[in-house]
């Protein structure tokens, strides 16, 4: 078993994900860590989640096993070399050390499938708790969702679980006693919700890690290190032809991208954009009187679009487009769409507002505004034709900016760019979990005096909101700056 370092659930966690990241967990610099929204989220979904299945709270502690609790919190569970606090027990039946009762563990699971992860920590868990109650566990229960979505799966904890589990702790021992961390994990979209992520993405950059290629990802980087080309700079003196030649081994479609990476590659090297396509990226902008800047917020998983927002901006009296100063003092139209308010009424609102600017086109950065909006309308009935103009209106900034240009950013996302462009968030560090999260806690927050939840929240998700509209025109501003050079 597992030699001098104490492991844990949580490390076993880390490492299932990420071999570095149970490393910087142990070892790392607690200061290069970054709080990220998606835990809170996942506790705050967990939570609901137990409590759909546990409505009376449950009990604390060996007291509470002992009474025979149909739900227990509370209990660490110790074992040789390894410790773990599984979230909550259930009771089950067979006999332990507890009386004529017996739990087993109980684990939620934010995505859609139950992974390998899950499984072994689950065993973990049962392991322990075996040695815990001094009567075996069988099996462990999955939950994901909550309310009338909540979902149960049981899930054995025989086969060859115990020896995976066994050869996990192991190694995970091995690897907390390097005395250098694990390279950084082949698959780099691990890390968006890590909190390891911007020391970790300071160590791609110095190292010209492949995955900071924009269109690099797991599969593709293994393929080029089989190639012999480990690193950005190589990829950007590679000859894009040979490279073709090489990655046809792996298909076509990969031999279709080469000469795409290897100038995507130069550019990142050079650090200075490139033009794509001579024709103008944004012609609409010549002509029209104002646009109208679209951003929306939702909840992935209630699929809730919870907010619209706009930013309303005409074209100066000298004919000229707002900089980005005067952009931020232009009215912004936050409109919040909430369920008890029927989707009607926000569709009538939105029609009344697009309405009232019939040549002014909206930007949007990505496809989500464009798809969210044209569901609604056919979902209120909207006739085509209708559909066919809204759809004729919307300017999708991101889309015009790939076409165009290759930019020198690991990404092609909004903060990327506009953050390459000088732009800057008011609220730092703040992403769209985050807004997530101030939302449901704005929901959720009770009736209090303080009406629902604290306006804090609301306003910071409107500040957020806002600012990504702002960054959409930073990006819109630049690549009609260089239609007009
Ligand atoms: S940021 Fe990525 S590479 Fe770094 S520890 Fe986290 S998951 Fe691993």
Redesign the pocket.
């Known amino acids: 078993m597992p030699g001098s370092i104490l492991l844990n659930d949580r490390l076993l966690r880390?490492w299932l994900?990420?071999?570095?990241?149970a490393?910087?967990d142990r070892h790392g610099d607690p200061a290069l860590r970054q709080w990220t929204a998606h835990r809170e989220l996942q506790l705050d979904e967990q939570r609901r989640s137990f409590a759909t299945l546990f409505p009376e709270r449950p009990g604390r502690g060996e007291a509470a096993a002992l009474a025979g609790a149909p739900a227990v919190v509370g209990l660490r569970l110790k074992g040789d070399g390894v410790e773990a606090h599984p979230p909550l027990l259930q009771r089950v039946d067979g006999r332990s050390r507890w009386g004529d009762h017996s739990y087993r563990p109980v684990m939620f699971r934010p995505g859609r499938r139950t992974t390998r992860e899950h499984r072994v920590v689950l065993a973990l868990w049962g392991q322990l708790l075996a040695q815990e109650q001094q009567t075996s566990v069988r099996s462990g229960l999955v939950l994901s969702g909550s309310g009338r979505g909540l979902q149960q799966e049981t899930l054995a904890l025989g086969g060859s679980l115990p020896r995976q589990l066994d050869e996990a702790l192991q190694r995970l021992a091995a690897d907390l006693g390097q005395s250098t961390?694990p390279?950084?994990?082949a698959d780099?979209k691990?890390?968006v919700?890590?909190?390891?992520?911007a020391?970790?993405?300071q160590?791609?950059t110095a190292e010209g890690h492949l995955s900071e290629v924009s269109g690099i990802g797991a599969k593709r980087r293994d393929m080029l290190l089989e190639l012999g080309i480990d690193r950005l700079s190589a990829l950007a003196a590679a000859d894009p032809e040979l490279l073709a030649g090489g990655l046809l081994t792996y298909g076509e479609q990969h031999a279709e991208v080469a000469p795409d990476l290897v100038t995507q590659a130069q550019v990142q090297d050079r650090g200075e954009p490139l033009r794509r396509d001579p024709a103008a990226a944004l012609p609409e902008l010549e002509t029209a009187p104002g646009v109208l800047i679209y951003d929306i917020e939702s909840d992935p998983d209630a699929r809730d679009d919870f907010l619209h927002g706009f930013v309303r901006l005409p074209r100066n009296g000298d004919g000229r487009w707002p900089d980005g100063l005067q952009a931020a003092q232009a009215p912004y139209h936050p409109m919040l769409a909430l369920w008890e308010h029927g989707e009607e009424r926000l569709w009538q609102r939105l029609q009344r507002f697009l309405a009232a600017y019939p040549d002014w086109p909206v930007l949007h950065y990505g496809e989500t505004e464009l798809l969210a909006l044209v569901k609604l309308a056919q979902r209120q009935g909207a006739r085509e034709r209708d559909i066919q103009a809204l759809r004729d209106r919307m300017l999708d900034v991101h889309q015009r900016l790939r076409r165009h240009w290759w930019m020198p950013t690991n990404s092609y996302g909004l903060k990327a760019v506009a953050g390459w462009l000088g732009f800057s968030w008011r609220q730092k560090g703040v992403d769209g979990a985050r807004a997530l999260l101030w939302w449901r806690r704005w929901r959720l927050g009770g009736t209090g005096p303080q009406g629902r939840g604290s306006r804090q929240n609301l306003r910071r998700i409107f500040r957020y909101n806002h600012d990504d509209a702002l960054a959409t025109w930073a990006v819109a501003q630049w690549l009609h700056q260089q239609d007009q050079a």
């Open positions: 880390s994900r990420c071999k570095r990241r490393w910087l961390p390279p950084l994990v780099r691990k890390c919700l890590c909190s390891w992520r020391a970790c993405d160590v791609a």
